[in-house]
């Protein structure tokens, strides 16, 4: 088989009108029905067309994959802090696929939507994104303490290191402040008791929405 040395992309944009059924679904299902509905016409139909004309010019086509996606068009856009505040660990270029996503038919009560677009963001993104970071908090022999760890921008959640796990930390003792390192951020977490892994130390997703900016940028940076 020979070495494919291009890549080649393809792009058609095509505006069609469907029945008003389809501008209920969201964007999973219409995707998905389009898929169905194209099928191995299309998506293997047209590779075979352009490798036959491509091999007029002495080519061949070694591999191909393909893309779909549909939006509605005339769609409300929903605002940016709506999909921050569900996805504060998305990217700006996968807050605006989050976007494409749920277009058409929403939940009504902002509380819906909320976990609507929580759900949708964590099927688009769902691997943890961590940041290091510092836990300012009081240990149960009252001495104030800096534990190293890192914050998951996620779900909120903080891994303490190894170093700090033997720590204990004191009951009722008030927000814990969780420093990102990088940013001049101060976050209000809690504790919610200790395992083998160190204390369990949680950011509230509200909290990472409300600086998300910069705790998106430090974990860009780290590459």
Same mark, same amino acid.
């Given at each position: 088989?020979?070495?494919?040395?291009?890549?080649?992309?393809?792009?058609?944009?095509?505006?069609?009108?469907?029945?008003?059924?389809?501008?209920?679904?969201?964007?999973?299902?219409?995707?998905?029905?389009?898929?169905?509905?194209?099928?191995?016409?299309?998506?293997?139909?047209?590779?075979?067309?352009?490798?036959?004309?491509?091999?007029?010019?002495?080519?061949?086509?070694?591999?191909?994959?393909?893309?779909?996606?549909?939006?509605?068009?005339?769609?409300?856009?929903?605002?940016?802090?709506?999909?921050?505040?569900?996805?504060?660990?998305?990217?700006? +270029? /996968? %807050?605006?696929?989050?976007? !494409? @996503?749920?277009?058409? *038919? #929403?939940?009504?009560?902002? +509380? /819906? %939507?909320?976990?609507?677009? !929580? @759900?949708?963001?964590? *099927? #688009?993104?769902?691997?943890?994104?961590?940041?290091?970071?510092?836990?300012?908090?009081?240990?149960?022999?009252?001495?104030?303490?800096?534990?190293?760890?890192?914050?998951?921008?996620?779900?909120?959640?903080?891994?303490?290191?190894?170093?700090?796990?033997?720590?204990?930390?004191?009951?009722?003792?008030?927000?814990?402040?969780?420093?990102?390192?990088?940013?001049?951020?101060?976050?209000?977490?809690?504790?919610?008791?200790?395992?083998?892994?160190?204390?369990?130390?949680?950011?509230?997703?509200?909290?990472?929405?409300?600086?998300?900016?910069?705790?998106?940028?430090?974990?860009?940076?780290?590459?």
């Amino acid at each position: 088989m020979s070495k494919a040395n291009v890549k080649l992309q393809l792009s058609f944009d095509l505006d069609i009108a469907v029945p008003e059924r389809l501008l209920e679904l969201d964007h999973e299902s219409l995707c998905k029905t389009f898929s169905e509905v194209l099928g191995s016409m299309v998506f293997q139909g047209l590779p075979t067309v352009a490798g036959k004309q491509l091999a007029k010019a002495g080519g061949s086509i070694v591999a191909h994959h393909y893309h779909l996606s549909a939006g509605i068009l005339g769609a409300p856009t929903l605002e940016r802090d709506l999909l921050v505040a569900a996805a504060p660990h998305l990217t700006d +270029e /996968e %807050l605006e696929q989050l976007a !494409r @996503r749920t277009q058409g *038919k #929403l939940p009504e009560s902002p +509380e /819906e %939507l909320q976990r609507h677009l !929580r @759900r949708q963001a964590l *099927k #688009l993104v769902n691997d943890y994104r961590m940041v290091p970071c510092f836990v300012a908090a009081r240990l149960t022999s009252g001495s104030d303490a800096k534990l190293e760890g890192k914050l998951n921008l996620t779900n909120g959640s903080v891994l303490i290191g190894e170093r700090d796990r033997q720590s204990r930390l004191q009951a009722n003792q008030g927000p814990i402040v969780v420093e990102p390192l990088g940013t001049e951020v101060q976050l209000e977490a809690a504790c919610a008791g200790h395992t083998l892994s160190g204390p369990v130390i949680e950011v509230s997703v509200a909290q990472i929405a409300i600086h998300r900016d910069p705790l998106i940028r430090v974990w860009q940076q780290q590459g």
